[in-house]
């Protein structure tokens, strides 16, 4: 690490601290050639994969569209903001864990659509009408009645 400075590279680590909120580390440094105190922080980088799009474009993954995308389907339900969050963190998270560099985006629409059946069946079907893009009534119909199904079907793992 170069000092900020003197610009040496040569910097000691005096003390190192955990901080919890951030989920990083406090280092305390300094430096050996002009004897100056600073601190660096270290925060783990994780990488987002690749999104494939169906036109077979890539592109980095935004989580604030897939928000969005939660946030229109849930209008005027009755699901709080923090929950949105942390159907965001929990998407990323399961995007994370695929260890792929690259997924579909239709991996990413269809882990939407898990959540929101969780969360809000409205919102589901809101969701629903537009990622699969129904063709006619009888496609709406059978999805609104598949989830009937889930209802009484409780071992269902979207449920």
Same mark, same amino acid.
């Given at each position: @690490?170069?000092?900020?400075?003197?610009?040496? =590279?040569?910097?000691? %680590?005096?003390?190192?601290?955990? $901080?919890?909120?951030?989920?990083?580390?406090?280092?305390?440094?300094?430096?050996?050639?002009?004897?100056?105190?600073?601190?660096?922080? #270290?925060? %783990?980088?994780? /990488? @987002?994969?690749?999104?494939?799009?169906?036109?077979?474009?890539?592109? @980095?993954?935004?989580?604030?569209?897939?928000?969005? =995308?939660?946030? +229109?389907? $849930?209008?005027? +339900?009755?699901?709080?903001?923090?929950?949105?969050?942390?159907?965001?963190?929990?998407?990323?998270?399961?995007? *994370?864990?695929? !260890? =792929?560099?690259? %997924?579909? =985006?239709? $991996?990413? !629409? #269809?882990?939407? @659509?898990?959540?929101?059946? +969780?969360?809000?069946? %409205?919102? *589901?079907? /809101?969701?629903?009408?537009? *990622?699969?893009?129904?063709?006619?009534?009888?496609?709406?119909?059978?999805?609104?009645?598949?989830?009937?199904?889930? #209802?009484?079907?409780?071992?269902?793992?979207? +449920?």
């Amino acid at each position: @690490m170069k000092c900020p400075f003197c610009h040496h =590279s040569n910097t000691q %680590v005096i003390d190192s601290r955990l $901080l919890e909120e951030q989920n990083s580390i406090r280092r305390r440094r300094r430096c050996a050639a002009c004897d100056r105190r600073f601190s660096t922080y #270290e925060t %783990v980088e994780l /990488r @987002m994969p690749q999104i494939i799009k169906t036109n077979g474009d890539r592109v @980095m993954f935004d989580p604030l569209k897939l928000q969005t =995308s939660l946030q +229109r389907a $849930l209008h005027k +339900r009755p699901i709080s903001a923090e929950t949105i969050e942390q159907t965001v963190r929990d998407i990323e998270e399961m995007l *994370y864990k695929t !260890g =792929s560099k690259e %997924v579909p =985006s239709r $991996l990413i !629409g #269809e882990l939407a @659509m898990e959540q929101l059946a +969780r969360l809000d069946q %409205v919102a *589901y079907v /809101r969701f629903a009408s537009v *990622y699969k893009s129904f063709k006619d009534v009888a496609e709406f119909t059978r999805t609104i009645a598949g989830l009937e199904g889930q #209802e009484q079907n409780p071992a269902n793992p979207l +449920r």
